[in-house]
C-alpha cells in the first residue's frame, strides 16, 4: 500500500520560509512524477510545483523564483522550499505522486501553510 506523508506546514509571517516534506511508503514504480499542490478556502486545487523522475521541472507561474522543489537520492521524498512567503500563499499544501506505468494518482493528507501579513 503506498502512503504519503506530509510534514513541514505551520504559520510564518509573510517575508519568511518553510520547507515541507513528503515521503513515499509502498513500492512504486520508479518512473514517476512527485510534486507539489495546493487549495486555499472556496478555490480549486492548483499545482504548485512538480518534478519528474527523469525531466524538467515545473513551477507555477506565482512561485517561480521563491519556491524550488527537490526531491531526495532514493526518490521517494519530495521537498518544497518556500522562501519570500506571501499571503496568498496560505493553503493547505499536497504531496502527489504519479505513476506513468500504471497512471495510479497518489496523495498524501495536506499540510497548512498559513503566512500571516
Known amino acids: 500500500q503506498v502512503q504519503l506523508v506530509e510534514s513541514g506546514g505551520g504559520l510564518v509571517q509573510a517575508g519568511g520560509s518553510l520547507r515541507l516534506s513528503c515521503v513515499v511508503s509502498g513500492r512504486i514504480s520508479s518512473i514517476n512524477t512527485m510534486g507539489w499542490y495546493r487549495q486555499a478556502p472556496g478555490k480549486q486545487r492548483e499545482l504548485v510545483a512538480s518534478m519528474p523522475s527523469g525531466g524538467t521541472t515545473k513551477y507555477a507561474d506565482s512561485v517561480k523564483g521563491r519556491f524550488t522543489i527537490a526531491r531526495g537520492n532514493a526518490l521517494n521524498t519530495v521537498y518544497l522550499q518556500m522562501n519570500r512567503l506571501k499571503p496568498e500563499d496560505t493553503a493547505a499544501y499536497f504531496c502527489?505522486?504519479?505513476?506513468?506505468?500504471?497512471?495510479?494518482?497518489?496523495w498524501g493528507q495536506g499540510t497548512q501553510v498559513t503566512v500571516s501579513s
Open positions: 502527489n505522486l504519479y505513476t506513468w506505468n500504471d497512471r495510479n494518482d497518489y
